[in-house]
């Protein structure tokens, strides 16, 4: 079975750091493109960043880049979200997906929360 | 960055009702949209991506279709299912790959 399962979320304060893990199974990861997709509380989806399979080639949108990094661990089967500077607007579910301009599986989501 | 503009924001609807959801884009995206569906409380699930291709396992009452920067999700006989709220993206090019707003879709 594909699955995705997201971690790392949690409470932290305004300009602290999070690092969200996504472990993957069930496809050979290091084939896909992968994506993290945000969502606030109340709100639509947001697109946030993608790397390629070798992670050559990253992208994010521009109300997190110079902040946030996306990488992967192949061997490891693993996406990762570090996220510095977090702002109060950065507060939302966080999921990663599988795929480059689509996203054919969704993790369940981790949420995040930037408040003091 | 492309924008993408959902239309209606919200619909109301009774179970055999046959439905349109449009999205338009702020600019020619070639047939790179893309329809998910999302429950309250869950991860979306992709319904149709490249505009008309249906996901594997989803049921044949979904389709899509585009005019131009137009872009139609039609659900032919809607089913107590399908009451959720719909997202449109676009993938084409370089990203960031932009959602629609989203509609959310409620029993009349």
């Known amino acids: 079975e594909v699955q995705l399962v997201e971690s790392g979320g949690g409470l932290v304060q305004p300009g602290g750091s999070l690092r969200l893990s996504c472990a993957a199974s069930g496809f050979t990861f290091s084939n896909y493109w992968m994506t993290w997709v945000r969502q606030a509380p109340g709100m639509g989806l947001e697109w946030v960043a993608n790397?390629?399979?070798?992670?050559?080639?990253?992208y994010y949108v521009d109300s997190v880049k110079g902040r946030f990094t996306i990488s992967r661990d192949n061997a490891k089967n693993s996406l990762y979200l570090q996220m510095n500077s977090l702002r109060a607007e950065d507060t939302a579910v966080y999921y990663c997906s599988r795929g480059r301009g689509y996203s054919s599986t969704w993790g369940q989501g981790t949420l995040v929360t930037v408040s003091s | 960055d492309i924008q993408m503009t959902q239309s209606p924001s919200s619909l109301s609807a009774s179970v055999g009702d046959r439905v349109t959801i449009t999205c338009r884009a702020s600019?020619?995206?070639?047939?790179?949209l893309n329809w998910y569906q999302q429950k309250p409380g869950k991860a979306p699930k992709l319904l149709i991506y490249?505009?008309?291709s249906l996901q594997s396992g989803v049921p044949s009452r979904f389709s899509g279709s585009e005019s131009g920067t137009d872009f139609t999700l039609t659900i032919s006989s809607l089913q107590p299912e399908d009451f959720a709220t719909y997202y449109c993206q676009q993938s084409y090019s370089t990203p960031p790959y932009t959602f629609g707003q989203g509609t959310k879709l409620e029993i009349k």
């Open positions: 600019q020619s995206i070639s047939s790179y």
């Open positions: 490249a505009t008309s």
């Open positions: 790397i390629k399979q070798d992670g050559s080639e990253k």
